[in-house]
Antibody, heavy 117, light 112 residues
Framework: QVQLVQSGAEVKKPGASVKVSCKASGYSFTSYHLHWVRQAPGQGLEWMGWINTGNENTKYSQKFQGRVTITRDTSASTAYMELSSLRSEDTAVYYC??????????WGQGTLVTVSS | QLMLTQSPSASASLGASVKLTCTLSSGHSSYAIAWHQQQPEKGPRYLMRLNSDGSHSKGDGIPDRFSGSSSGAERYLTISSLQSEDEGDYYCQTWVTGAHVVFGGGTKLTVL
């Protein structure tokens, strides 16, 4: 069955970077784009960007352009989201999601990133 | 600009039906959307893709109690025979192919 398993919770200081992983299994990794979505405490879902796992092309939300980098390792069937210059407002749960014709039909379990001095 | 608008809250009684609405911004009434459910303290779960003609395809294991329909720029999610586990937040989502993704603000559903 399709599974997206994310790395564990992180605590970072303001100004640092965080890198979250998303390991895919149960399907052909390079056949579907992977997206990253975040959710701040008590808030809604916010799209960050995606990666074409086949050719490594990426697209980022303008809000995060310059601070976010999404990569993938096909040998490990894993995608990564790195967010730099962290501030307290980046405290959120970060999700990866598999895209199929625009919809997210599978989600990772989420990774809590806490930014605190 | 592509946007999705949802009412912040909705409520209905156990065993009743509820219809949640997601409205596409002007000029985007032909867009398909997806509905996602988020139960308290859990991650999102894909419910269905809903096209502009009302046709929809549900995710694996989604009960028949969940259905979708469309009218113009409005996209609906109807949940019948409400159960306590249906309580949570419901998000609609759409996309521009090859570009960006947009979420609605979410509707918090309370089952009375």
């Amino acid at each position: 069955q399709v599974q997206l398993v994310q790395s564990g919770a992180e605590v970072k200081k303001p100004g640092a970077s965080v890198k979250v992983s998303c390991k895919a299994s149960g399907y052909s990794f390079t056949s579907y784009h992977l997206h990253w979505v975040r959710q701040a405490p008590g808030q809604g879902l916010e799209w960050m960007g995606w990666i074409n796992t086949g050719n490594e092309n990426t697209k980022y939300s303008q809000k995060f352009q310059g601070r976010v980098t999404i990569t993938r390792d096909t040998s490990a069937s894993t995608a990564y989201m790195e967010l730099s210059s962290l501030r307290s407002e980046d405290t959120a749960v970060y999700y990866c999601a598999r895209s199929h014709s625009g919809t997210y039909n599978f989600w990772g379990q989420g990774t809590l990133v806490t930014v605190s001095s | 600009q592509l946007m999705l608008t949802q009412s912040p809250s909705a409520s209905a009684s156990l065993g009743a039906s509820v219809k949640l609405t997601c409205t596409l911004s002007s000029g985007h009434s032909s867009y398909a959307i997806a509905w996602h459910q988020q139960q308290p303290e859990k991650g999102p779960r894909y419910l269905m893709r809903l096209n502009s003609d009302g046709s929809h395809s549900k995710g694996d294991g989604i009960p028949d109690r969940f259905s979708g329909s469309s009218s113009g720029a409005e996209r609906y999610l109807t949940i019948s025979s409400l159960q306590s586990e249906d309580e949570g937040d419901y998000y609609c989502q759409t996309w521009v192919t090859g570009a960006h993704v947009v979420f609605g603000g979410g509707t918090k559903l309370t089952v009375l």
